[in-house]
């Protein structure tokens, strides 16, 4: 049973491309969110997914924006990238939106240069 | 902002105890205290939760305060896989849909032999 796999591992680009990120969740989950993890920091929430619907969103710009398909799968969208935006991105899944463990990818390393 | 408070750095000897205290004096009365660690270049991984009673499972236990304004996770035997950065977070769960997971910076947990 695989885990929770994201594409690609590592990505360079510069100031002012568009990125998008790839996520597959675990098998029998619905529900995705993404997370943003600047170095020496903890991750910082996005947001959510559920229902190919975008349920929950943390603080962060419209320039991030995402979408959720049918097979439950997920993109991270981020337009006129800057410097800043280098970070380690993560998605999460887990079945429900309620209270249940969240599994983790091992992330993409987005740098910006 | 993370509602946890956890020293940024400890050290454990193999095969002792590790004891990680965390912080969480303005937890309200539904929300549970959860922690995840995350190794090095890989996502953050579930650990254990808990609401006001002690908790254990195969990986590490979790002592709470009677107040609930602090608590301890437990590694009873560490070992040097255990080194990673452990992230302390409380969470509102209700059956509207969870919270997103908040992390602070964390306490980096060296295992030394």
């Known amino acids: 049973d695989a885990g929770v796999t994201q594409s690609p591992t590592h990505l360079i680009k510069t100031r002012g491309q568009q990125v998008t990120l790839r996520c597959s969740p675990k098998?029998?989950?619905?529900?995705v969110s993404w997370y943003q993890q600047a170095l020496g920091q903890g991750p910082q929430f996005i947001f959510q997914?559920?229902?190919?619907?975008?349920?929950q969103r943390g603080n962060f710009p419209d320039r991030f924006s995402g979408h959720q398909f049918p097979n439950y799968s997920s993109e991270l969208n981020v337009n006129a990238l800057l410097l800043g935006d280098s970070a380690l991105y993560l998605c999460?899944?887990?079945?429900?939106?309620?209270?249940?463990?969240?599994?983790f990818g091992p992330g993409t390393r987005l740098t910006v240069l | 902002d993370a509602k946890t408070t956890q020293p940024p750095s400890m050290d454990c000897a193999e095969g002792r105890a590790a004891n990680l205290p965390c912080n969480h004096s303005?937890?309200?009365?539904?929300?549970?205290v959860y922690w995840y660690r995350q190794i090095h270049s890989q996502g953050p991984q579930y650990i254990i939760h808990?609401?006001?009673n002690n908790e254990t499972n195969e990986m590490a236990s979790l002592i709470i305060t009677e107040d609930r304004k602090s608590s301890t996770l437990i590694l009873p035997h560490a070992t040097l896989r255990d080194t990673a950065v452990y992230y302390c977070?409380?969470?509102?769960?209700?059956?509207?849909?969870?919270?997103?997971?908040?992390f602070g910076k964390g306490t980096r947990l060296s295992v030394i032999a």
């Open positions: 997914y559920y229902e190919e619907e975008e349920r």
């Open positions: 977070i409380v969470r509102l769960l209700s059956n509207a849909g969870n919270t997103p997971l908040v």
């Open positions: 098998s029998g989950h619905d529900t």
């Open positions: 808990g609401l006001k």
């Open positions: 999460a899944s887990r079945y429900g939106r309620m209270n249940n463990e969240q599994f």
């Open positions: 303005t937890i309200s009365g539904n929300e549970y």
